[in-house]
């Protein structure tokens, strides 16, 4: 089974903007998700190259901080 690694909100927001789908393949240091916060856009970067296995959130859905966003498989 491929090792999984989660993506999560560094802060609490909500999801402005999804910029990733299901099978994209992503570098550390990417953007996946866009969070706002204080009318502040925030990008939230992936810390591991993978595939995108899934997406855990959907636009304009409110997240804390730690919430995991989207999955990436090696």
């Known amino acids: 089974m491929p090792k999984q690694n989660k993506v999560a909100a560094h802060i609490t927001g909500t999801v402005w903007k999804i910029e990733v789908k299901v099978g994209d393949a992503v570098a550390e240091g990417d ?3 866009i969070l706002e916060s ?3 856009e ?3 970067e992936a810390e591991d190259g993978g595939t995108v296995a899934e ?3 959907e636009e304009g859905q409110s997240v804390n901080e730690g919430d995991p ?3 990436l498989s090696e």
């Open 42 to 44: 925030m990008p939230v």
């Open 69 to 71: 966003l989207v999955v």
């Open 55 to 57: 997406i855990l959130c």
């Open 38 to 40: 204080m009318k502040m």
């Open 31 to 33: 953007t996946v998700v």
